[in-house]
């Protein structure tokens, strides 16, 4: 980067530890203080980074890391832990009257039921030869059978161990080759034909198979063919969806394979979450970086200096030692707070507050509950349209209310002495997502005893009487109503909000501004006058009449949470409308039509 004093650094860390964490974070070069900066264009040395960033490390103990290939390989790995997109899910054999793990091993060849279940999980594939994910198939000598069931889920590359594709072994009940390899995958799918005796997972002997997926055909080839589901899991493992209620039956379609190689990933994806593989994880880790540390260093250490200036300094040199602030801000990492998020329900007192940590990453909002550990809210960035904050209360301490999605809010406040956190979070919120601040606005009623705007279900204000208090007090057409009377508008019926409009003892509303790029429906028809003057199409005052009202019905009808900014786009769809010589003579009749006709030419 560079600026008008030359050229700028932004320095990424990583730091690897034992415990299956990898903390990575990036600090721009004007955070760092002055004193430390560097005076040619080679930047900070790796010592003086680490000085300021963490002055209580010591930094006698570092050395430089070889130039061995080994270090760059091993690395790769650490961070490639928990990122595998490849998967190898078991398929087991269920015939019926059977239930025990031998009888599904000793199972030689499959009935058409279960022919029909894995032409819809997968594709057969010849083994010899093959040179896409195998695994730990042979596709040289054909020693664990000639072909096997692959496919592709999203992202990942998925290997079925099918228990009747395996080498079959007579006069062998253990049948080793072929629970060799369904007896090592996490997860297993048990077919079960109609007849089946139930299945208990305490039948099967094996330290890693720890969700069982019992899929339960009916009405096996024929065109009602359907199945039922359950799932079994280990004690230590945590609830994986995509959740189904129970008794749930699924019809023989894409939409179930979908479904079931969903459940198959992510059963996948949560045994690794539990202690078992978590501690298996933690001490390959533990063996990859000592390996380094012992055999992969040099003798020359960061910086042979003795002297830490950082760690010895004075108050005064402190104080020209502080960094530029607000430059963690611009982190694509999330930044962290420690919060109180309040309970209850809006209008109500808010005892309970649950002590959590606000995460704010470019990508989503995280509410983290301390004690637990469990996520309780989070919200992408993108669904984030604004908030209100309160840093000076007479109880309870500064509080923000954050609004997501169609106009639901959840609250967070902190103590008094954390009044800068609130500032900082609404700093990091106006960088990373697309909301903004809302205000309150206390309109009065007219004489008519009617608060002089007009709202649509989703709280957008689509009429606007000119000159009355609403306006005044800084309403404008097109901002959003989130909050009536201290009630979140989203939760109100049509009728409890009429009711609050009209006898409530004062009306106070909470809105979100408009997008400052967005145009509402009166400027939208201005706007279509001005291009048909510019095309020299004239456009009657019947037809813009028509529009109006056509336009208003669409954006009521469609607009959803995006009102705003979704209004550009059709300007632009029926600029091109208007500059059609072709359809000049049509245009009164087309402004009649429909607004979803209008939409869709």
């Not at 009449?545 to 705003?564: C, D, E, G, M």
């Not at 786009?569 to 003579?585: G, H, P, S, W």
Request: hydrophobic share 35%.
């Amino acid at each position: 980067m560079k600026n008008s004093g030359g050229a700028q650094y932004n320095y990424r860390i990583i730091f690897r530890t034992t415990e299956m964490k990898t903390l990575r974070g990036s600090i721009f070069e004007e955070s760092v203080p002055s004193a430390a900066r560097h005076t040619t264009p080679r930047g900070l040395s790796p010592k003086r980074l680490l000085e300021f960033i963490m002055p209580e490390l010591n930094l006698h103990c570092l050395r430089l890391a070889s130039n061995s290939p080994k270090v760059r390989d091993t690395l790769l790995k650490l961070d490639e832990q928990g990122l595998n997109f490849q998967r190898k899910v078991g398929v087991m054999y269920c015939r019926a009257g059977q239930s025990s793990e031998e009888d599904m091993y000793n199972n030689e060849s499959s009935g058409p039921a279960f022919e029909e279940f894995l032409d819809l999980l997968g594709e057969r594939v010849r083994l010899k030869g093959w040179e896409k994910y195998r695994a730990q198939l042979d596709n040289k000598t054909d020693s664990t059978g000639t072909h096997s069931l692959y496919t592709r889920y999203q992202d990942y590359e998925i290997m079925f161990h099918v228990s009747t594709m395996l080498p079959y072994t007579a006069n062998n009940t253990q049948q080793l080759l072929r629970k060799r390899h369904i007896g090592n995958d996490i997860v297993t799918i048990v077919f079960q034909e109609p007849g089946a005796l139930p299945f208990t997972p305490k039948s099967i002997r094996s330290h890693f198979q720890h969700v069982f997926i019992i899929v339960q055909v009916h009405e096996p080839c024929t065109d009602n063919t359907y199945y039922r589901v359950a799932v079994t899991r280990s004690k230590d493992m945590p609830l994986f969806g995509p959740l189904f209620p129970r008794g749930a039956r699924f019809p023989r379609s894409p939409a179930f394979r979908d479904f079931l190689l969903a459940k198959a990933v992510n059963a996948e994806n949560a045994a690794e979450k539990s202690e078992k593989f978590r501690s298996m994880a933690t001490r390959t880790r533990q063996e990859y970086l000592k390996d380094l540390a012992e055999n992969y260093v040099t003798t020359t250490p960061i910086d042979s200096s003795t002297k830490f200036p950082l760690l010895s300094l004075g108050g005064k040199r402190k104080d020209k030692l502080k960094g530029a602030k607000g430059a963690e801000l611009h982190s694509a990492g999330a930044l962290v707070w420690a919060v109180m998020v309040s309970g209850g329900y809006e209008g109500e007192v808010r005892e309970h507050r649950l002590p959590c940590l606000l995460g704010v990453s470019a990508e989503s909002v995280v509410l983290i509950e301390r004690c637990t550990r469990r996520v309780v809210f989070n919200c992408s960035c993108r669904d984030v349209i604004g908030w209100k904050a309160l840093t000076e209360t007479k109880e309870g301490g500064p509080c923000l209310d954050i609004f997501y999605e169609r106009g639901e809010s959840v609250s967070i406040s902190v103590t008094e002495n954390q009044a800068e956190d609130i500032r900082e979070v609404v700093q990091r919120l106006e960088l990373v997502t697309r909301g903004c601040e809302a205000f309150e606005v206390t309109p009065l009623r007219d004489g008519v005893g009617q608060p002089g705007f007009l709202m649509n279900e989703e709280g957008f204000v689509t009429e606007l009487q000119r000159f009355c208090y609403a306006e005044s007090g800084g309403l404008q057409l097109w901002a959003r109503v989130v909050r009536l009377c201290g009630h979140s508008l989203v939760h109100l019926s049509p009728e409890e909000r009429t009711r609050l409009l009209r006898t409530a003892h004062k009306i106070h509303i909470t809105v979100i501004p408009p997008d400052e790029n967005a145009e509402g429906a009166e400027t939208a028809v201005d706007r279509l006058v001005k291009i048909s003057k510019k095309d020299s199409i004239k456009l009657d005052t019947a037809a813009a009449v028509n529009f109006r009202a056509t336009f208003q019905s669409w954006q009521q009808k469609h607009l959803q949470r995006y009102s705003p900014t979704t209004t550009p786009r059709l300007f632009i769809f029926l600029k091109c409308l208007f500059c059609d010589k072709e359809r000049k003579n049509s245009l009164s009749q087309r402004c009649n039509n429909s607004s979803q006709e209008v939409v869709a030419q």
